[in-house]
């Protein structure tokens, strides 16, 4: 079945299920790059509360982990889409001639930060020149530090110390900074050491990628742009509705795919991702939850490429598609 392309809100979505016969749903199976979370809130709420369905859709859920290869799966036609971590990977398929391409991001700001303990007079990123220790994971230290050695000069090498995802070290270090998520490990510090670390959201000195994207094979793209249309939007109505409504039946759902993450846990990311911005922000503000634009795409781009992270030669326009999205779909559920 291969229905014409809808733009769609949640009432349009519903009337188009009860106005005639049942139809047979789209089968679509989405992964995630990680165990699920409330990061992948919006899409557990679409699943929960029956939005993909009223789209035509019957989405199953793959989540990620340590063990999980995900994106080889979307790669191989094995899954429909997946849920992509920032632009740096879509460049990278370009490089290499993979013929996946981004349909929407869904978070505005990269989650990413840097932490520190509260009483060490730093105010600004910059101010981290200062410490001795970064404590990073190896990605990192290949892709956002080398901007901001690039942006900020005084980061230097010297200052990296491998991130074992243990936050010991750094709690033991005052004057050291630590990487993370803005949504989980400020949680987790708070929890061990008593004391909540000062937070430098990457993204809010510059480091402008979208992050949480949604992949497809760009044969997706091109065979079937009606199915591709009503995940994107179907995803943007379930994130509005994991923010601004009942979140219950999500949480639930997540909380069976990954048993150990606590309330607690996700209520805190739920908190930071509406504190900054994480999710509607930007161009979301505007043109609806999933937007990009080209703008926003070349200023990454040129910033990897000042900081030595991706090469000048590759056509980064391949990346992604604005086809579907910036449409508003959703906006009036946000509250």
């Not at 892709?143 to 936050?167: H, I, L, V």
């Not at 992604?320 to 508003?328: I, N």
Request: glycine share 10%; net charge negative.
């Amino acid at each position: 079945m291969n229905r014409g392309k809808m733009f769609f809100a949640a009432p349009v979505l519903a009337a188009t299920l009860t106005a005639g016969p049942a139809l047979a749903l789209d089968e679509v199976t989405f992964g995630t790059n990680w165990l699920a979370q409330a990061e992948h809130g919006g899409y557990y709420q679409a699943v929960a509360d029956g939005t993909y369905e009223k789209a035509g859709l019957k989405v199953t859920i793959r989540q990620g982990g340590p063990q999980a290869a995900n994106r080889a799966l979307l790669i191989a036609g094995k899954i429909d889409f997946y849920m992509g971590g920032n632009m740096l990977e879509p460049f990278s398929a370009v490089e290499q001639g993979i013929p996946t391409v981004v349909v929407g991001a869904i978070f505005q700001k990269e989650p990413q930060v840097l932490l520190t303990h509260p009483d060490q007079g730093l105010e600004k990123l910059e101010d981290l020149t200062k410490l001795p220790t970064i404590f990073m994971g190896k990605d990192g230290f290949s892709s956002y530090f080398q901007w901001m050695k690039s942006a900020f000069p005084g980061f230097r090498d010297e200052q990296y110390k491998p991130y074992t995802f243990n936050p010991a070290p750094f709690i033991a270090d005052k004057q050291s900074a630590q990487q993370g998520y803005i949504t989980s490990e400020p949680y987790e510090i708070e929890k061990q050491a008593g004391w909540k670390p000062k937070e430098f959201l990457l993204a809010d000195y510059g480091f402008d990628t979208y992050s949480t994207l949604i992949e497809t094979q760009q044969a997706m793209v091109d065979g079937k742009p009606d199915l591709v249309q009503r995940f994107v939007d179907a995803s943007a109505i379930g994130w509005y509705n994991y923010l601004y409504g009942d979140n219950a039946a999500a949480n639930a759902l997540i909380k069976a795919d990954n048993p150990e993450i606590t309330d607690g846990q996700i209520a805190f990311s739920i908190a930071k991702m509406k504190e900054y911005g994480i999710v509607v922000s930007g161009e979301a503000e505007d043109g609806g939850i999933g937007c990009m634009t080209d703008a926003r795409q070349k200023s990454f781009f040129d910033k990897m490429v000042a900081a030595a992270v991706v090469k000048a030669d590759i056509d980064y326009t391949k990346s992604y598609t604005l086809a579907f999205v910036c449409k508003g779909v959703g906006k009036d559920l946000a509250k």
